[in-house]
């Protein structure tokens, strides 16, 4: 569905146990680290302020970090618990905290839109985060043990030494295994692959015994009530998508247990998702009929089985859509 085999993710989310405060360091003094530097005595001297939904004033001491995970509540909502099995839609700065020094890694306050936090965490903002609330904004600190490890992550510029810092704005949550609501207007048909549903699990779809369609087709089988998705907005779908040729699925979120998130009509996608998804409404289910031409073109994609004649049917279930 993808251009590309993959899209680099930093990988925020993982599996670990449940949120709450992070213990601070068992000694009361400040010891010089290996570099000569004083270690702070508790990662509790970090802290930020300001209103949820407003980039948060963060400050670090300019000395090391404690290698023990801490966080806090900075701000309690009241909506319900994150768990292991959702997706969190969130705004966060994260900080590189090395010794003396610290830097912004990124925020998306700056960008005037929240994020997904698709896929597994890294294991402190997992431990940290899982079983707060919605509504809540939680300052993380994360040694590296609980973050990329002793390899670091070059990428984005932490080393295996680092400590990293988030403040993160929970705004709302959605389930791994979730599809869209509403009743189904359509289930295809007429030419087109039928679609069945099944609440919580991925619909079926059946390629009917004709030749396809020469051009893109898009039929909405449940009207969202929610705003019409544009160009440029970041989305989290739900999708099943099978080869027209021989009737196999050759890629799903549903069976990953994972929803999947991205820019739509801005190039990130096949060109027939960027056009059947723009002006759809969030919390619709849509059936796309995807000609070689707006999807893999004649190269295909030999990983999957598509050829560079073949015809792609996808069902999407459009759950969000953030940003511009």
């Given amino acids: ?49 300001g209103a949820f939904g407003a980039a948060p004033t963060v400050t670090i001491p300019a000395k090391s970090a404690a290698a023990t995970l ?32 610290h830097k912004l890694l990124g925020s998306t306050y700056s960008g005037g839109s929240p994020t997904f936090f698709v896929g597994p ?8 985060l899982v079983g707060q609330r919605e509504g809540s904004r939680v300052l993380v600190v994360i040694p590296p043990k609980d973050g990329f490890g002793p ?10 030494t680092d400590t990293l810092v988030f403040v993160v704005d929970m705004i709302k949550a959605y389930g791994n295994s979730s599809g869209v609501a509403g009743k189904q207007a359509s289930d ?18 059946k390629i009917p015994d004709s030749t396809p369609p020469k051009t893109l087709q898009v039929k909405t089988l449940i009207k969202g009530t929610g705003p019409k998705v544009t160009k440029g907005q970041n989305i989290l779908v739900q999708y099943t998508g099978v ?26 996608v096949i060109p027939g998702w960027d056009t059947g998804i723009v002006g759809q409404t969030v919390g619709s289910r849509v059936l796309l009929v995807i000609p070689p031409a707006d999807g893999y073109g004649k190269s295909g994609q030999s990983s999957v089985g598509i050829e560079g004649t073949d015809t792609l049917v996808f069902v999407v279930d459009i759950l969000a859509a953030v940003g511009s």
């Fill in 1 to 49: 569905m993808r251009r590309a085999a993959a899209l680099l993710v930093i990988p925020l989310l993982a599996a670990a146990a449940a949120a709450g405060c992070g213990s601070a360091s068992s000694s009361s003094a400040a010891k010089p680290s290996a570099a000569g530097v004083p270690t702070v005595a508790s990662n509790s001297v970090v802290t930020a302020s």
């Fill in 151 to 160: 390899q670091g992550n070059s990428t984005i510029g932490v080393t295996g």
């Fill in 188 to 205: 295809g048909g007429s030419g087109l692959p039928t679609v069945a549903a099944v609440a919580g699990k991925a619909p079926t779809i």
């Fill in 243 to 268: 080869i027209w040729r021989t009737g196999k699925v050759f890629d799903s979120s549903w069976s990953r247990s994972e929803p999947a998130s991205f820019e739509i009509g801005v190039g990130q």
């Fill in 70 to 101: 801490y966080s806090k509540t900075l701000i309690q909502g009241t909506g319900a618990p994150l768990t292991k099995t959702q997706t969190l839609l969130g705004n966060f700065v994260l900080y590189d905290w090395s010794g003396k020094t």
């Fill in 121 to 128: 965490m890294l294991p402190g903002l997992e431990t940290a």
